[in-house]
Each structure stands twice: as C-alpha cells, then as structure tokens.
T-cell receptor, first 116, second 108 residues
Framework: DVKVTQSSRYLVKRTGEKVFLECVQDMDHENMFWYRQDPGLGLRLIYFSYDVKMKEKGDIPEGYSVSREKKERFSLILESASTNQTSMYLC???????????????FGDGTRLSIL | KNEVEQSPQNLTAQEGEFITINCSYSVGISALHWLQQHPGGGIVSLFMLSSGKKKHGRLIATINIQEKHSSLHITASHPRDSAVYICAVSANNNDMRFGAGTRLTVKP
C-alpha cells in the first residue's frame, strides 16, 4: 500500500514566521503535489514536482515555495506566514503515466495549519 | 463559475437508502476521479473512469462524456459511508480540477 506521510496533523504558527510542511512517500512515485483545501473551494494546487529538483507552479503559488531534494520528500515552505494562509494542506503523489493527471493520486492525511 | 460543480453540497440520508451524488464539468477531460475524504482529512481515491460505469462493492460510478456529467451512487448506505465525496477531472491540458465536495451524513 502506498503511504504518504505528512509531518504534522495540526500546526499553529504566528504571522511572519517561516513555516515548513514536510511530505514523504514510500512508493518511488515521480510526481508529488501540494494542495490547500478551503471550505466551498475544493482543493487548489499550490505547486507540483515531477522529478527531483524540478517544480512547477500550480494555481495559487504566491506566498509559497517548495523543495524536492530527494525523490521521496517534497517540502512546502511558507516564507512569511500570513493569516490568509490558515488552511488544510494536503500532499499527494502519483506515478508518471499518460500525463500525470491520469494516474490516481495518493493523499496524505493533511495538515491543519493555523496562523495567528 | 467553477469548472467542476457538484450537487448537492450537503446530503443527509437514513441507513439503507440509495444515494446519488452528481458532478458536472465544463472542460475537456481525459479522466474523471471520485475521491472520499473522511473526518480528519485523509483522502482516498475511489474511482478513475473515462467512459461507462465502474462498480466496487456498494459504490457505482457512471460517466456520460457527451453530457459532461458523472454520478456516484451508494447502495444500501451505512453510517460508515459518512464522508465528503469529491469529484475531480483530469483536464486535457493535464491539469486536475476539483469540485468543492459533497458532505454526506448517513444516520442509523
């Protein structure tokens, strides 16, 4: 079974702090994704990565950066946290196939981040 | 307007009822996904389909490509089916687009 592990289930940080969210997958998947989920809006893609050291902006990359130094680990960084970044953050991974979006994505349990 | 619309937003049913959740989309797609999210956040992929119908246990997913519409059915619903069900599409430009989800509560 694919396991996608996010480092924290709940996190509380202060405005202006630099925040790191970590995600690790154990199935040697090429693709990894970071989403945020807000009520009534569904999941929105922040960044994705299709290989080590490669990254692509999603729909809402502003205020975020990512790092993928190893294939199994994809980190989301909030450079200077703001209250509007309070949200549920979900990491996912998938195999490369006929276009990354045609492969099932495997999700972590999510990190509920509160910025005070 | 969202590219993926789900209805209803919230659904309450009695145990044993037949449930239908609908999804309409406005973009060209290569596949449609149904996902389940339990309280606490974890998301599980239920189905990925590009035509016709798929069945897994008490769950059935159908898609009509011409009408750009999909339905998720649950037969003999049970309280453990209570979750948020999310429709997502793999758009032809390789993007994934997600619906806002349908919150299902099944009462005993």
């Amino acid at each position: 079974d694919v396991k996608v592990t996010q480092s924290s289930r709940y996190l509380v940080k202060r405005t202006g702090e630099k925040v790191f969210l970590e995600c690790v997958q154990d199935m040697d998947h090429e693709n990894m994704f970071w989403y945020r989920q807000d009520p009534g809006l569904g999941l929105r893609l922040i960044y994705f990565s299709y290989d080590v050291k490669m990254k692509e902006k999603g729909d809402i990359p502003e205020g975020y950066s990512v790092s993928r130094e190893k294939k199994e680990r994809f980190s989301l960084i909030l450079e200077s946290a703001s209250t509007n970044q309070t949200s549920m953050y979900l990491c996912a991974s998938s195999r490369t196939g006929r276009g990354y979006s045609n492969q099932p994505q495997h999700f972590g349990d999510g990190t509920r981040l509160s910025i005070l | 307007k969202n590219e993926v619309e789900q209805s209803p937003q919230n659904l309450t049913a009695q145990e044993g009822e037949f449930i239908t959740i609908n999804c309409s989309y406005s973009v060209g797609i290569s596949a449609l996904h149904w996902l389940q999210q339990h309280p606490g956040g974890g998301i599980v992929s239920l189905f990925m389909l590009s035509s016709g119908k798929k069945k897994h246990g008490r769950l059935i997913a159908t898609i009509n490509i011409q009408e750009k519409h999909s339905s998720l059915h649950i037969t003999a619903s049970h309280p453990r089916d209570s979750a948020v069900y999310i429709c997502a599409v793999s758009a032809n430009n390789n993007d994934m687009r997600f619906g806002a989800g349908t919150r299902l509560t099944v009462k005993p």
